[in-house]
Nanobody, 126 residues
Framework: QAQLEESGGGSVQAGDSLRLSCADT????????MGWFRQAPGKEREFVAAISWSGGNIYYGDSVKGRFTISRHNTKNTIWLQMNMLQPEDTAVYYC???????????????????WGQGTQVTVSS
């Protein structure tokens, strides 16, 4: 029932920042646990960040801790990913995802999420 659309990707230099957004055009995403994943060329999809429905539980992958920040606005059915100090290894397609529960234990597992956006490309040049 959720339909997710990412935006905000682009090409930047190392050290720059980007802010990604994910909007749910469906009707029930306000009750969802939400997350961000990314996939670089030739690599498996990697967990980036997640946030519970209430916003009280927030998680980050080790590779982005201290640089990325996830947030949400339930009334608008939108989440954001603020990415600072971007590095070439952050280059990937970034995907927004939603799970059919307000809080999940295995937030890092892509198979816990039922809905996915189409992805937005982030390219970081050195």
């Amino acid at each position: 029932q959720a339909q997710l659309e990412e935006s905000g990707g682009g090409s930047v230099q190392a050290g720059d920042s980007l802010r990604l957004s994910c909007a749910d055009t469906g009707h029930i995403s306000s009750t969802f646990h939400m997350g961000w994943f990314r996939q670089a060329p030739g690599k498996e999809r990697e967990f980036v960040a997640a946030i519970s429905w209430s916003g009280g539980n927030i998680y980050y992958g080790d590779s982005v801790k201290g640089r990325f920040t996830i947030s949400r606005h339930n009334t608008k059915n939108t989440i954001w990913l603020q990415m600072n100090m971007l590095q070439p290894e952050d280059t990937a397609v970034y995907y927004c995802a939603a799970a059919l529960t307000p809080l999940i234990e295995k937030y890092y597992d892509r198979f816990e999420y039922e809905y996915w956006g189409q992805g937005t490309q982030v390219t970081v040049s050195s």
